[in-house]
């Protein structure tokens, strides 16, 4: 079975800073990947995802992510972080395009910003 | 453009009390779902159902019932609440976007068992 890992539970930055978010999986197959983002109070909100094709993907609100198959890995990333960036940050792996139920996020990376 | 609603947003219920939790979406997806969220447990699947007049068990089923009343509404049921319930629910569906399919979700809705 699929397996998602967030290795870091809190993550801290300051505004203006670079941003890594580190996101493992274990899938045999190609998997279908996503980073999600949940601000307080609030639902999931999809930032981007992979399925097939270039391996560098760009999303919303300058955010990226790239696949490495070599490391099973799906790192998110932005180049200058906003105070509005504070939130929670999930990832996620599913199988194949209809993954329906097989969906599964990692524990979360609570992301915190300091001026 | 609604999205995903959920409801209630907040309940506290006493242990052995039951109450559902309602969700509509206006996507026309065909695919809904119940997860639970726990601090440093991600979300975790409760119930899905892949269309209309279908429900099938996820991760954490025991304790819940689910009924999807039709293509539009996903609700989901404690018989009996217990503190181990308390928790986080979303409910979400999902379409086909650009060859995923991509899980849209509700704002949440915090239930408290005593």
């Known amino acids: 079975a699929q397996s998602v890992t967030q290795p870091d539970i809190h993550i801290t930055v300051s505004e203006g800073a670079s941003l890594e978010l580190r996101c493992n999986y274990s899938?045999?197959?190609?998997?279908?990947l996503f980073w999600y983002v949940q601000s307080p109070g609030q639902g999931l909100q999809l930032l981007l995802k992979?399925?097939?094709?270039?391996?560098l993907v760009q999303g919303i609100k300058g955010f990226e992510a790239e696949f490495k198959r070599s490391q099973s890995s799906f790192n998110l990333r932005k180049p200058s972080v906003h105070w509005s960036d504070a939130a929670e940050y999930f990832c996620?792996?599913?199988?194949?395009?209809?993954?329906?139920?097989?969906?599964?996020f990692g524990a979360g990376t609570i992301l915190r910003v300091k001026s | 453009n609604a999205g995903v609603t959920q409801t209630p947003k907040f309940q506290v219920l006493k242990t052995g009390q039951s109450m559902t939790l309602q969700c509509a979406q206006d996507?026309?997806?065909?695919?809904m779902y119940w997860y639970r969220q726990d601090p440093g447990m991600g979300l975790r699947l409760i119930y899905y159902?892949?269309?209309?007049?279908?429900?099938d068990k996820g991760e954490v089923p025991n304790g819940y019932n689910v009924s999807r009343l039709n293509k539009r509404e996903f609700s989901l049921r404690l018989e009996s609440a217990a503190p181990s319930q308390t928790s986080v629910y979303f409910c979400?569906?999902?379409?086909?976007?650009?060859?995923?399919?991509?899980?849209?979700f509700g704002a949440g809705s915090r239930l408290t068992v005593l």
């Open positions: 996620a792996v599913g199988e194949g395009p209809e993954y329906g139920n097989k969906l599964v």
């Open positions: 996507m026309n997806h065909n695919s």
């Open positions: 992979y399925f097939s094709g270039d391996t």
């Open positions: 899938y045999g197959a190609t998997p279908y």
């Open positions: 159902s892949a269309s209309e007049g279908t429900t």
């Open positions: 979400a569906s999902s379409g086909f976007s650009a060859g995923a399919n991509v899980l849209t």
